[in-house]
């Protein structure tokens, strides 16, 4: 059974760092593109970072870019996002997916439950 | 950067009624279209992909339709248990945004 557990979120203040941590299971990590995508509080989904199997196309949505950091960790069946510079709009919960097919091109088949970051002052 | 717009934002049918959703890309996206249900308090689920494809698992009265910059996500007959957010998300390029949702609702 395919699970991604998201972990890192909390409440931070303006201007400071959180690192958000996507744990997968029960398929083979490294075959598959993940990605991070946000909810803010009553609004509707987005896409805010991606990155292939083997980290040879990595994306990020225009209102992260320069902030965040996505990466991973094949051998830990891991996936991270580095969040720096965090603003209220930042606020939402963070889910990990994954993709469903082999490529980076790719719609996403399995969601977390998501990781909530809170960020006020 | 392709920004893709749904409409309506809402709407209300009655149950077995055909509801139509519509998702337009700002420039041409082949089929790398992808739909998706959200139901209240419930993670996203993937309905639909390469426009037309059906998710193994969803029921046959969705499905979907389009190529280019147009497609279309159609219930053919509304059940209660799809009241839920329904969001278009493209994914032919290196940035993969959703659209703005369609929150559909029982009459």
């Known amino acids: 059974e395919v699970q991604l557990v998201e972990s890192g979120g909390g409440l931070v203040q303006p201007g400071r760092s959180l690192r958000l941590s996507c744990a997968a299971s029960?398929?083979?990590?490294?075959?598959?593109?993940m990605h991070w995508v946000r909810q803010g509080p009553g609004k509707g989904l987005e896409w805010v970072s991606g990155?292939?199997?083997?980290?040879?196309?990595?994306g990020y949505a225009d209102s992260v870019k320069g902030r965040f950091t996505i990466s991973r960790d094949n051998a830990k069946n891991s996936l991270y996002l580095q969040m720096d510079s965090l603003r209220a709009e930042d606020t939402a919960l963070y889910y990990c997916?994954?993709?469903?097919?082999?490529?980076?091109?790719?719609?996403?088949?399995?969601w977390g439950q998501g990781t909530l970051v809170t960020v006020s002052s | 950067d392709i920004q893709m717009t749904q409409s309506p934002s809402s709407l209300s049918a009655s149950v077995g009624d055909r509801v139509t959703i519509t998702c337009r890309a700002s420039?041409?996206?082949?089929?790398?279209l992808a739909w998706y249900q959200q139901k209240p308090g419930k993670v996203p689920k993937l309905l639909i992909y390469?426009?037309?494809t059906l998710q193994s698992g969803v029921p046959s009265r969705f499905s979907g339709s389009g190529s280019g910059t147009d497609f279309t996500l159609t219930i053919s007959s509304l059940q209660p248990e799809d009241v839920a957010t329904y969001y278009c998300?493209?994914?032919?390029?290196?940035?993969?945004?959703f659209g703005g949702g369609t929150k559909v609702e029982i009459k």
């Open positions: 997916a994954k993709g469903l097919g082999s490529g980076y091109y790719s719609p996403f088949d399995y």
């Open positions: 029960g398929f083979t990590f490294d075959d598959y593109a």
């Open positions: 990155i292939s199997r083997n980290r040879g196309s990595i």
């Open positions: 420039q041409g996206i082949s089929n790398y």
């Open positions: 390469a426009a037309s």
């Open positions: 998300q493209k994914y032919n390029s290196p940035l993969l945004p």
